[in-house]
């Protein structure tokens, strides 16, 4: 059982526009431990958890034996996060067994998704909160620190709150969430469902958050959202405010990298484009979910677009936004997904070259249009899965190859002990994601700072140089 996040009080500083939400109950202060698990988004929302709790005179644990409470928030997306959901919570339920932990509170997906299922079928769960209710974690915690079960699903399509937040991850970089929910209605996405419609933040609230993350040290600010294209599209003016709010971003001095994901591939404009190759702070990096190339597959599967239309849009960007990155997932053994359809695929990836692709077996999520449908058996699927993972490999390997000899600014994550190296990221790789540039120096380097390092080889599939001299940003 790994620790619960580290307890990082950054950008929850502002109590005058992120208020305290109520005082200490009666019964004195509990310890309340934390696990989150799946995307960032999640992450953000258990962080805003973290710091509620903390501001009600509780005190978030850095470790989980010895919580009164324990908060898991859960992925319940596909089945293989539904099963590290249910194993997470089994484990702590083993804890909770000797002694060694209080209740157990499950939020977030699987919550949403399962309600009532969770406290029938795992009796040692205490209490359940919907992707509604994750503001409601005070006084959930208070209730069943009384020995009252909890259960709350509020609306999931309320507009956000404004709360702040205990950062989990290191000082140096941290993911601002500008939108929850999402009207993209993939056929084969269970999102909607879970997480309501699309909501967009207020673009002044955003900007305030991400002054204080400045404000705190954080010199990369990663954007993400289910969708962060239609950012705004909502709001009054039902306009595409994403481009706007990347360039008053970059006019942030503390900020030096400006990362952005999800951009999904039919809402991406010239305007957009603009901003990509014209703003330096953002980086030439691209988080584009296609999941198929495929036309029929993708008309079949709700997504606008086809094959010729993503060509073209690739082609584009490249075009226009000189070394850019692009990175997608895909999703093998989908509905309409025979051989040829395959085949189609990994040509697809041949010709595009793109740098980086995550691929994942169709997982039929109940509920969802596709599984209703018609689709190949979970080993096929499975091992094409496997299949563009060896294609891929190999276009990495080009990729990396061609990196060597170039001179590429790396910002220091951290130190490896094992291998007696410093590690950092370059542009093309976002956290937790992509691959490690391992770092060589005659001088100390330090977690958070941007070096020149010039790339000489590979290990293991990352990249490996050594400084030429510090960059400072």
């Not at 509780?58 to 293989?80: A, L, Q, R, W």
């Not at 909770?96 to 309600?115: D, P």
């Amino acid at each position: 059982m790994p620790a619960a996040y580290e307890s990082n009080n950054r950008a929850g500083a502002a109590l005058g526009q992120f208020p305290l939400m109520r005082e200490k109950g009666s019964y004195g202060m509990a310890k309340i431990g934390f696990i989150s698990l799946g995307c960032a988004k999640n992450q953000v929302d258990c962080e805003r958890m973290m710091y509620r709790v903390r501001e009600a005179g509780h005190t978030v644990k850095e470790d989980i034996p010895g919580s009164d409470v324990v908060v898991i928030n859960t992925c319940g997306f596909i089945d293989s996060a539904k099963a590290e959901a249910i194993d997470y919570i089994l484990q702590t339920a083993a804890l909770k067994a000797q002694g060694l932990v209080g209740k157990i509170l499950v939020t977030g997906c699987l919550s949403q998704r399962y309600q009532q299922d969770i406290l029938t079928e795992m009796p040692e769960v205490d209490g359940i909160l919907g992707t509604g209710s994750y503001t409601e974690i005070v006084p959930a915690i208070e209730d069943l620190l009384k020995d009252t079960q909890v259960a709350d699903f509020a609306s999931i399509n309320a507009p956000e709150q404004e709360t702040g937040r205990i950062v989990t991850t290191p000082e140096h970089y941290a993911y601002i969430k500008i939108a929850e929910g999402c009207d993209n209605r993939c056929a084969y996405c269970i999102i909607p469902y879970l997480r309501g419609r699309y909501r967009s933040r207020q673009l002044d609230d955003v900007l305030y958050e991400a002054r204080l993350l400045a404000d705190s040290g954080v010199r990369e600010l990663i954007v993400v959202a289910q969708d962060t294209s239609r950012y705004g599209t909502d709001l009054p003016g039902r306009r595409r405010l994403l481009p706007e709010l990347l360039r008053k971003l970059c006019e942030i001095e503390q900020l030096h990298w400006i990362r952005v994901h999800y951009v999904y591939p039919d809402e991406i404009d010239d305007e957009f484009i603009d901003v990509m190759a014209s703003e330096p702070k953002i980086v030439k990096y691209l988080d584009i979910p296609i999941q198929h190339c495929n036309s029929k597959i993708l008309k079949l599967m709700n997504r606008r677009g086809d094959g010729e239309f993503l060509r073209a849009l690739f082609a584009k960007l490249r075009a226009r936004i000189p070394g850019l990155v692009i990175r997608t997932s895909l999703i093998t053994g989908l509905p309409g997904e025979g051989e040829e359809e395959f085949q189609e695929l990994c040509d697809f990836l041949r010709e595009q070259r793109l740098e980086r692709v995550g691929a994942f077996a169709f997982s039929p999520e109940e509920g969802t249009p596709a599984a209703k449908m018609a689709f190949v058996d979970n080993e096929t699927a499975v091992k094409r899965a496997e299949a563009i993972e060896m294609l891929q490999s190999g276009i990495m390997d080009a990729y990396n190859a061609s990196m060597t000899g170039k001179t590429l600014e790396v910002l220091v994550d951290g130190y490896d002990e094992e291998m007696e190296q410093f590690y950092g990221r370059t542009y093309a790789d976002s956290p937790d994601i992509d691959g490690r540039v391992w770092i060589s120096s005659e001088e100390p380097v330090r977690e958070g700072e941007f070096v020149m390092v010039k790339i000489d080889g590979c290990i293991d599939g990352d990249l490996s140089g050594y400084v030429l001299e510090e960059a400072q940003a």
